[in-house]
């Protein structure tokens, strides 16, 4: 009985904090617990409409070096009322080629509607909305926005996350001067804690300088 109790405690200790991960790699609810999120991957309110591949759990995985700088950002925020809500961050490679496939099944437009209603599902490649490699996959890179604390609503940016369109690239002439503003709000506090932001989403934020710039991780969320 003695020799089979520790490795009965691995186990446990396995199932209920989840896998070992890559060294470099955090659960970012380890290092800040205040951060929110809406995996949205994990459930069918995205563009796809079901689950994707390798989301197995609700929870944040980012690179350690990433979650320090998030930790920074959240700080900052939290002293005016606001919190970071993260909708992906690490993302698997099982994942990138679930995309990959469903994008080539073009009769498949479930979530046309609401993610992508003026773009011809043959032209995401084209455009560049879905790819066979993504920064995702190397740990350092986040999908996020601001919530209010006190009320837990969504700051409105002029569009939603992972819409396919202009209406998603950072000021565009169609959206609000308040929308603007919460954009800039969200750029400028990334930037300030060295995220580089991409132009055509809102919401994507790299870590300038990423420990893995080059790797391509494959290892599920769970």
């Not at 659960?27 to 390798?54: A, M, P």
């Not at 073009?106 to 992508?116: F, R």
């Not at 209406?167 to 565009?172: C, G, K, Q, R, V």
Request: charged share 25%; glycine share 6%.
């Amino acid at each position: 009985m003695k020799k089979i109790l520790p490795f009965f405690i691995f186990f446990i200790s396995l199932f209920s904090f989840g896998q070992t991960l890559p060294e470099g790699f955090v659960y970012l609810s380890d290092v800040d617990k205040t951060i929110q999120k809406e995996l949205r991957y994990l459930g069918n309110n995205n563009f796809i409409g079901k689950t994707i591949d390798g989301y197995h759990k609700n929870c944040i995985i980012v690179t350690k070096a990433s979650a320090d700088a998030l930790t920074k950002v959240q700080k900052s925020l939290q002293k005016e009322g606001y919190s970071l809500k993260i909708f992906d961050a690490y993302r698997p490679q099982q994942a990138v080629n679930h995309f990959v496939r469903w994008a080539k099944v073009l009769e498949d437009t479930l979530m046309k509607k609401a993610y992508y209603p003026d773009v011809p599902k043959s032209e995401l490649f084209k455009r560049g909305y879905i790819a066979s490699r993504s920064g995702h996959s190397r740990g350092s890179t986040v999908d996020l926005t601001i919530v209010a604390i006190k009320t837990g609503k969504e700051l409105d940016m002029g569009s939603s996350y992972d819409f396919f369109g202009i209406t998603s690239h950072y000021l565009p002439k169609n959206i609000s001067i308040e929308q603007q503003k919460n954009r800039l709000l969200l750029r400028n506090i990334m930037i300030k804690n060295n995220f580089r932001p991409y132009k055509n989403e809102w919401w994507h934020f790299t870590l300038r300088y990423e420990p893995f710039p080059k790797t391509y991780f494959n290892f599920p969320i769970e």
